[in-house]
């Protein structure tokens, strides 16, 4: 059953705390993503890595941190440097680059 | 990052009523996508569109991919109450920078 899987699915965390959220994807994808959504708001995209060991910031990449040392995986670190980390989280994968992204259930961060 | 322009920003429907939404961008796309995304959950994509002129079918949806590439249409004939959701349209452009560009998302609501 081939997908992408995001855990936890709601993660709890206080303030100056760093916290790692796990994204795991057997559809044999090139690339992945990491993306930001805020209530009533559309995504906006953190980091992205096109291949193993090699990812580029996104337009939000400040206070967030990844590793892309094996295909199936692409964790995001939120580090005690993100001012507003409170938000819900969402990995995709695609095919390459260029091709349609395929996303994950989401992991919804709360800092208390 | 650049957003594309979608509309309506919402709807309220009473069911079996047809939907109509679209997205425009000052941009030429060479992709189009549109995803809907259920409250809590990861955006599921429904249609995409790789030709100027295309027009799909997914079941009661259909897209259409502007002559001019710089847009794109959505129709959902005869809406039920799980079409209730927010709906986001997604561009690609091969200009440099492949990433995809999201819509700021279309919610629908379906009034009993």
């Known amino acids: 059953d081939g997908g992408i899987t995001q855990s936890p699915k709601y993660l709890f965390r206080k303030e100056g705390q760093n916290v790692t959220l796990s994204c795991e994807q057997n559809?044999?994808?090139?690339?992945m993503y990491w993306y930001r959504q805020d209530p009533g708001q559309g995504l906006r995209l953190i980091y992205y890595?096109?291949?193993?060991?090699?990812?580029q910031k996104g337009d939000i990449a400040e206070g967030y941190s990844v590793s892309r040392e094996k295909k199936e995986s692409f964790p995001l670190t939120v580090t005690s440097a993100q001012k507003n980390p409170t938000a819900f989280y969402l990995c995709?994968?695609?095919?390459?680059?260029?091709?349609?992204?395929?996303f994950g259930p989401g992991t919804r961060l709360t800092v208390l | 990052g650049q957003q594309l322009n979608q509309s309506p920003q919402s709807m309220f429907i009473q069911e079996g009523e047809d939907v109509s939404m679209n997205c425009t961008s000052s941009s030429i796309f060479n992709t189009w996508l549109w995803y809907k995304q259920d409250p809590g959950e990861g955006p599921v994509l429904l249609i995409a569109?790789?030709?100027?002129?295309e027009l799909t079918s997914n079941g009661r949806l259909t897209a259409q991919f502007g002559i001019t590439r710089k847009d794109s249409f959505l129709n959902i004939s005869a809406s039920i109450p799980s079409d209730v959701g927010i709906y986001f349209c997604a561009g690609i452009s091969n200009f440099g920078n492949e990433k995809l560009t999201f819509g700021t998302g279309t919610r629908l609501t379906i009034i009993p």
């Open positions: 995709a994968s695609s095919i390459g680059e260029a091709g349609a992204q395929f």
């Open positions: 890595s096109q291949i193993v060991n090699d990812f």
């Open positions: 569109l790789y030709k100027a002129g």
């Open positions: 559809l044999n994808h090139d690339a």
